[in-house]
């Protein structure tokens, strides 16, 4: 429950005849599980830095470290730069074998929204180690660490976790007082909003952890929770926000990204350290059109409910007994493989209607009874026509299907990955379908 404001003034040379503007960063951390890390990586210095937020602030560990060997953030590919702003880990790659690379290297979320909405280009920036000797400036925009160095920090580079502020400076930092961020306080209720996190839905004392990180005119906000439906199914969720300061004071959201996972109630408590594999893709989120990772599947898959086969005629033990099925009849196997089939022609042209923005098609796909929340199936209409409008493209992505066969129709399960220009959000969907008059319709959606 802690938060921590940091000041990085510049170092005066005793030549200077004034001083640089201060470039002040803050951070804000609601911790009610346990400590927090950040990383800080000082360009001009050659420095990482390893911050741990617990009851105090304090600085864990520090290393020699190359970046670019070109000055300057990052603007394009191939430019030998290293990027500047707040970066989180989306996937970690091991290799047994030992490359000029290091054993092992942890993938960053360059570009992301700032750095999109900036025009800034490439991708392919790393943290990881190398089997030469570390020169300073000496990379081709990737931050590297000897590997010893980097064995040993690599139990905090979590996926999607920990922030990692990419600063070009000559400053000392300077630690300021530690500021307590209490659960109700102000600063707490306003990144609940930012992040569009409704206490109601969600109680405060099922957010796992809250950072506010703010550099510049840039912010980034986000949030972990939990949620537990009624057949004690824990849904783990991430928000995170990039908001950016106008020159009136506003904030304005760039881009928000959402990530949920299902697991067994057994299985919801997950390790604040990372145990390497070899390819951790856990909880990653994307954040930007044209970077170069991809949504991945969460490393324990969601529960959800098996398919229900159709029964298969018993067969007579009569051997001159005759077949009562119908000339011409399927058997119900096949029936059943039928019916299974039409539901994913079904719930594919919904998609396919919804990715198109062909509000007429998508909207037929509901039932004229069909609520979600408080709105109806004019209002769900209504509010679709203007994401449609407010959207430049829209793609969805649909995996793991899996169908329950119910009384009145079906029960139609998935992991959705839903992207757009300005949100990205994943999870797991669950359709639940009626049959009326020969036609399949959306009766309710959960997720």
Not at 1 to 6: E, G, P, Q, T, Y
Request: proline share 6%; net charge positive; hydrophobic share 35%.
């Amino acid at each position: 429950m802690l938060a921590v404001f940091l000041l990085f003034a510049s170092v005066l040379h005793p030549q200077a005849q004034t001083a640089e503007p201060a470039e002040q960063l803050q951070l804000f951390f609601y911790l009610p599980d346990g400590p927090s890390h950040f990383l800080v990586v000082e360009k001009k210095h050659q420095r990482l830095k390893l911050f741990e937020q617990k009851d105090g602030l304090r600085m864990l560990k520090e290393f020699p470290c190359a970046t670019g060997e070109n000055a300057g953030t990052k603007k394009t590919s191939g430019d030998a730069r290293t990027p500047e702003g707040i970066y989180h880990i989306t996937e970690i790659y091991e290799d047994k074998r030992i490359t000029v690379f290091g054993s092992r290297a942890f993938h960053l979320d360059y570009p992301n929204a700032f750095d999109t909405h900036a025009g800034r280009l490439g991708d392919g920036i790393f943290i990881h180690g190398t089997n030469k000797k570390l020169i300073a400036n000496s990379t081709n925009g990737c931050i590297t660490l000897n590997n010893t160095d980097l064995d040993e920090l690599a139990p905090y580079l979590t996926v999607n976790s920990i922030p990692i502020i990419i600063l070009d400076t000559e400053s000392e930092l300077v630690l300021g007082d530690n500021l307590l961020l209490q659960k109700n306080s102000p600063q707490f209720k306003d990144a609940l909003e930012k992040l569009s996190v409704n206490p109601g839905k969600v109680p405060i004392d099922n957010i796992k952890s809250l950072s506010y990180i703010k550099r510049g005119e840039q912010i980034v906000v986000s949030v972990h929770y939990t949620l537990f439906d009624d057949k004690l199914t824990q849904y783990s969720e991430r928000k995170r926000a990039y908001l950016a300061q106008l020159p009136s004071g506003n904030l304005r959201t760039l881009y928000a990204v959402q990530q949920q996972d299902t697991t067994p109630k057994i299985l919801a408590v997950r390790p604040t350290k990372t145990d390497l594999v070899e390819k951790a893709n856990a909880d990653t989120m994307v954040v930007a059109e044209n970077s170069s990772p991809k949504p991945t599947v969460p490393a324990v898959k969601p529960v959800v409910p098996a398919t229900k086969p159709a029964p298969v005629l018993a067969k007579s033990n009569d051997p001159g007994s005759k077949s009562t099925r119908p000339s011409g009849a399927k058997p119900a196997a096949e029936k059943g493989q039928d019916k299974n089939q039409d539901l994913l022609v079904f719930v594919e042209k919904w998609r396919a209607a919804w990715v198109a923005k062909d509000i007429d098609s998508y909207i037929n796909c509901y039932s004229p009874s069909f609520k979600s929340g408080n709105l109806n199936r004019q209002e769900w209409r209504a509010k679709k026509q203007y994401l449609n409008q407010k959207y430049k493209y829209i793609t969805v992505n649909i995996r793991d299907v899996s169908i329950e066969w119910t009384p009145v129709g079906a029960n139609v399960t998935f992991q959705q990955i839903y992207k757009s220009d300005q949100i990205q959000s994943s999870g797991t969907k669950t359709l639940q379908l009626v049959n009326k008059k020969n036609r399949w319709m959306i009766e309710n959606e959960i997720i």
